[in-house]
């Protein structure tokens, strides 16, 4: 089967959620890379290097800077005359750009996939995790989402694949990128944080919340996330958020301080490695999913471990 | 203008799902149903929309059994106008919704359509884009902010790093996140009124769309449960143990 991935990136970095998509391509047959973007070339470039891959085919073009579903879609299902199969990373990109092309060639898309038990079966997760359904597709064409933390992620480097360009389809003419506010921080990526220090809604107020959880974390080199709950209450932004709704996150270690663990909450981070939780009720439950639980207050215990680290 | 909002009906979201133990499927006997929460967000932002003078009708449409009248009559109470139910027993894929909404949009001819991202049931979040994509129209997914414009609509979108905000000619399809608003509680009298506001039924067959299922679901399983850990007395009892994983 011949694949092609979608390359998450911002024209200038690739994205990490690649590599994971790149190990799911890799389990049906060749895979084959798009950059879709404006000024890409260097996205282009380390994309060329990732182990293991075929072509890297770049559409550089004004109409793909943003990409934008409507410009991105045509230009994939142009593409998928010579792919059987195109795996998106389940970003927000990922999952705004894939149906909109499942439509366009008419398949069903099989989201946020878990795992590939075969050639046209797979697993995903359903109602927010509680249930793992097992699909097979009986389309000509697969259009897929890959959860990146269920994935090893590819090689970064060792590659030399050839880049091939691909003309852009033109500008749809139908939406356009005004601006964005992207959160701009000195620390880890929530999606490739080796430690994630989260807050909970016990944070109280966005101060609090700062001068507890972030010393820690600075401490730890770890990236910061938060319940929905500390987020609906505006401790921090919602890029923050780790849940069902927002990231999904796997680290090697995530500390959880003063979140109580709502199903919604546990769907985003339980396939942590480690997980550490810190929460006056004992009886809350995170506990019940994590390694190693401290039943304490947290306005004693977290300054307490940041100060002896 | 007119906007045209699909809703769908699903398990509450207050209820934890029970997997089958012939791995068929979730028990959905006898357990609370509810309009999907980020469809209520759908229909809470067209009503805004109306109540602000910038959309004139609202049409609630559905897809599913019969039971679907009470989601529609939820949504007429918010504050929808009329409804529809395209009535099926078949759990009915993404695509085929799609499908279905493209012919409904097609007589209802709204300005606008607001779906709710994702259903809290299958987590495809999937029917918004195709919409899009069948119609050649323009899409403004995980909105926390919608703003008309004359004939344009900006849409702040909740995406991976932070917010985006994108311009969409009009008629565009809007998919909503959590953050776009909170949807309210339908007053008594309101929900009164809506029993008496038109819901016609219809079947996929009036619509000529295949809704053969493209997926076969093989198995349902519970995921892997994770078994609680230890509890440690004290914060130095938590560092031993985190310096002996190599953290601290």
Redesign the interface.
């Known amino acids: 089967m011949k694949t092609l991935v979608y390359v998450a990136h911002d024209n200038v970095h690739l994205g990490d959620a690649t590599l994971a998509t790149v190990t799911a391509a890799s389990k049906l047959g060749e895979v084959h890379l798009l950059v879709a973007g404006a000024g890409c070339g260097a996205v282009a470039e380390a994309a060329s290097r990732i182990a293991g891959i075929g072509k890297v085919h770049v559409a550089d073009d004004a109409a793909c800077e943003?990409q934008?579903?409507?410009n991105i879609?045509p230009l994939i299902a142009g593409l998928m005359t010579d792919h059987d199969a195109v795996l998106f990373p389940a970003?927000?990109?990922g999952?705004?750009?894939?149906?909109?092309?499942?439509?366009?060639l008419?398949?069903?898309?099989?989201?946020?996939i878990l795992s590939v038990e075969g050639e046209r079966?797979f697993t995903r997760?359903?109602?927010?995790?509680?249930?793992?359904?097992?699909?097979?597709?009986?389309?000509a064409k697969l259009v897929i989402t890959v959860r990146g933390t269920a994935f090893d992620k590819a090689e970064a480097e060792g590659g030399a694949a050839e880049i091939a360009a691909v003309a852009s389809t033109d500008d749809?003419?139908?939406?356009?990128?005004?601006?964005?506010?992207?959160?701009k921080s000195e620390r880890p990526e929530l999606?490739s944080a080796k430690?994630i220090v989260s807050g909970g809604r016990a944070l109280k107020d966005s101060a609090t919340f700062e001068n507890i959880v972030m010393p820690l974390a600075d401490k730890?080199g770890a990236g910061v996330g938060a319940s929905?709950a500390a987020v609906?209450a505006g401790y921090v932004?919602?890029?923050y958020q780790v849940g069902?709704?927002g990231?999904i996150v796997a680290p090697?270690?995530y500390i959880a301080i003063g979140i109580s663990g709502a199903?919604q909450h546990l769907a985003g981070m339980?396939d942590s490695k480690?997980?550490?939780a810190?929460n006056k009720d004992?009886d809350a439950p995170i506990?019940?999913?994590?390694?190693?639980?401290?039943?304490?207050d947290l306005y004693q215990?977290v300054p307490?471990?940041t100060a002896?680290? | 203008m007119k906007a045209l909002v699909p809703v769908k009906r699903v398990i509450d979201y207050n209820v934890k799902p029970r997997v089958k133990a012939d791995g068929s499927g979730v028990d959905l006997a006898n357990v609370k149903m509810s309009m999907n929460p980020f469809d209520e967000i759908a229909v809470e932002e067209a009503v805004r929309l109306k109540e602000a003078g910038q959309i004139d009708e609202i049409v609630v449409v559905s897809i599913g059994p019969a039971k679907a009248q009470e989601t529609l009559r939820a949504a007429l109470a918010m504050g929808a106008d009329s409804a529809l139910l395209i009535e099926t027993e078949e759990a009915i894929e993404p695509l085929a919704v799609a499908k279905m909404l493209k012919a409904v949009s097609g007589e209802v001819e709204p300005g606008l359509i607001i779906l709710g991202k994702q259903a809290i049931d299958d987590d495809s979040n999937q029917t918004g884009q195709m919409l899009a994509g069948l119609m050649n129209l323009p899409q403004g997914t995980f909105a926390s902010k919608v703003e008309l414009e004359g004939d344009h609509v900006r849409v702040t979108r909740e995406v991976d790093g932070g917010l985006e905000t994108v311009r969409l000619s009009t008629p565009a399809i809007i998919t909503t996140d959590l953050r776009l608003n909170e949807p309210r509680y339908a007053s008594l009298p309101n929900i009164m009124k809506a029993k008496k506001k038109p819901l016609e039924i219809k079947t996929p067959a009036d619509y000529g769309v295949d809704i053969a299922p493209r997926l076969k679901t093989l198995n349902v399983s519970e995921p892997p449960v994770r078994q609680a850990g230890v509890k440690v007395a004290d914060v130095d009892e938590l560092i031993a143990r985190l310096k002996a994983m190599g953290v601290a």
């Open positions: 943003h934008l579903a409507e879609a970003t927000t990109t999952k705004n750009i894939a149906p909109r092309v499942a439509a366009l008419d398949v069903m898309q099989i989201s946020d079966t997760p359903i109602y927010a995790g509680n249930a793992i359904a097992t699909v097979e597709s009986s389309d749809a003419g139908k939406s356009s990128f005004v601006s964005a506010e992207l959160a999606t430690i730890l929905r609906d932004p919602n890029d069902q709704t990231k090697e270690v199903i339980k480690t997980i550490i810190i004992e506990f019940q999913v994590a390694d190693i639980g401290l039943v304490a215990a307490e471990l002896a680290l």
